[in-house]
């Protein structure tokens, strides 16, 4: 799958704060038949940096379902369906502080109905507290949209914007932190979170458990390179078909160290390991130039050992980026991307014995799916990861 999107500075921002304001910042593939009205109105309460959002958007198409484009990726606020949603939110900036700690807030909602349902969710809603370089948030929080929103995974292939945030807890380095061996040329940034997926899926609460680590090196005021790898693992929770899962906190050590379930679980999991567990590998080249910034990355989904060996190393999504450095040119900012995972590690698959005991192989790659945790990398039936990819829930 390839991609090239483009963004232009085409926005009519009507008057000053408290007035209403039409925009067209959803940029999509152009052949597409439909309209979009949005209508927002905006009250800010300069003093105690309070802001108040409701908008009111209306979307039709002239077939049952909306293009693709323009449902991906809207933190599962947008319906395939046409619809009609309102969106609201409270919430406080930081703003600027020489205070240690500081702490924000943000409560959002979404109401939206189509011709086959209505209903209210929680959008956003979560407590962030700072103190110096760390972070910890509590409650529902989108993660921060990156590449001007172009990118079709939000340039990690195994979490996009695609499906709505999950409540939970995440601790993590609010930005790159030098180390004191290396402070000119090395530093590192990476979270912890737990989190529940409650949604109606298969196994009923699964929990979900997230960290990542990347190191940021510095050649030159110019050039920097950052690797990492993010790891997920869906675990506990109780299935009508397996029984309950797992859920100690023994099991959850083997979850957060990536290693083999006990006897207490299911015959796969105790060959390979607990839950469902996948990750991606990232490496990200950034050049800052007088009149460009340009960036290249690589994002390398696994789900297995074969996949963490990179047995599957042709499968993933490969970007450039270009910042032109002009906001108000006719072309701001270029992403191209490339999708690939036909390789899945060959074609050798997993497979049972006349014994009924089951044996690991390399092959045959199911991304996003699993066996056991049957509603998949979903979260109210949307993809967590890349929204090209369609999964069980």
């Given at each position: 799958m390839v991609m090239v999107m483009v963004k232009t500075p085409l926005k009519n921002r009507g008057g000053k704060d408290g007035s209403i304001k039409v925009k067209f910042d959803k940029w999509n593939s152009f052949g597409f038949l439909f309209f979009l009205i949005v209508g927002s109105v905006h009250v800010y309460a300069q003093e105690n940096q309070t802001h108040y959002l409701?908008?009111?958007?209306?979307?039709?198409?002239?077939?049952?379902?909306?293009?693709?484009?323009?449902?991906?990726?809207?933190?599962?606020r947008i319906q395939q369906q046409p619809s009609t949603l309102v969106y609201s939110t409270i919430y406080n900036d930081l703003g600027a502080s020489s205070n240690d700690f500081q702490f924000s807030y943000k409560v959002g909602t979404t109401a939206y109905n189509t011709s086959e349902?209505?209903?209210?969710?929680?959008?956003?809603?979560y407590g962030d507290l700072h103190y110096k370089k760390w972070g910890l948030t509590v409650g529902v929080k989108h993660h921060e949209m990156l590449w001007e929103g172009l990118s079709s995974t939000n340039g990690t292939i195994t979490k996009s914007t695609n499906a709505r945030s999950y409540p939970g807890y995440e601790l993590y380095?609010?930005?790159?932190?030098?180390?004191?061996?290396?402070?000119k040329w090395l530093s590192v940034k990476g979270n912890y979170g737990d989190f529940l997926l409650n949604d109606k899926r298969?196994?009923?609460?699964?929990?979900?458990?997230?960290?990542?680590?990347?190191?940021?090196?510095?050649?030159?005021?110019?050039?920097k390179l950052?690797?990492?790898?993010?790891?997920?693992?869906?675990?506990?929770?109780?299935?009508?078909?397996f029984g309950k899962q797992p859920s100690s906190f023994n099991d959850y050590i083997r979850v957060i160290t990536g290693s083999s379930g006990g006897s207490d679980a299911v015959g796969g999991d105790q060959i390979n390991v607990l839950g469902n567990q996948l990750g991606s590998y990232q490496v990200q080249f950034n050049y800052s130039g007088s009149k460009t910034n340009w960036n290249v990355y690589w994002s390398h989904l696994f789900e297995d050992r074969s996949g963490r060996e990179l047995m599957n190393y042709p499968d993933a999504l490969y970007?450039?980026?270009?910042?032109?450095?002009?906001?108000?040119?006719?072309?701001?900012?270029?992403?191209?991307?490339?999708?690939?995972?036909?390789?899945?590690?060959g074609d050798v698959p997993h497979y049972t014995d006349d014994q009924g005991i089951a044996h690991a192989a390399s092959g045959m790659d199911n991304y996003f799916n699993n066996g056991v945790y049957q509603s998949g990398w979903t979260y109210f039936g949307n993809t967590i990861g890349s929204p090209y990819f369609t999964t069980k829930h």
């Open positions: 409701v908008e009111l958007n209306t979307i039709q198409a002239t077939k049952s379902t909306v293009p693709f484009w323009l449902s991906a990726n809207s933190y599962g349902k209505s209903a209210v969710f929680i959008d956003e809603l380095l609010k930005d790159f932190v030098t180390l004191p061996f290396a402070k298969s196994i009923t609460n699964t929990r979900l458990h997230t960290k990542s680590l990347f190191f940021k090196s510095i050649f030159n005021e110019k050039c950052i690797v990492g790898m993010n790891h997920y693992a869906q675990w506990a929770g109780t299935s009508s078909l970007g450039f980026f270009i910042d032109f450095k002009n906001p108000e040119a006719l072309v701001s900012h270029l992403l191209t991307e490339f999708t690939y995972t036909k390789h899945a590690s």
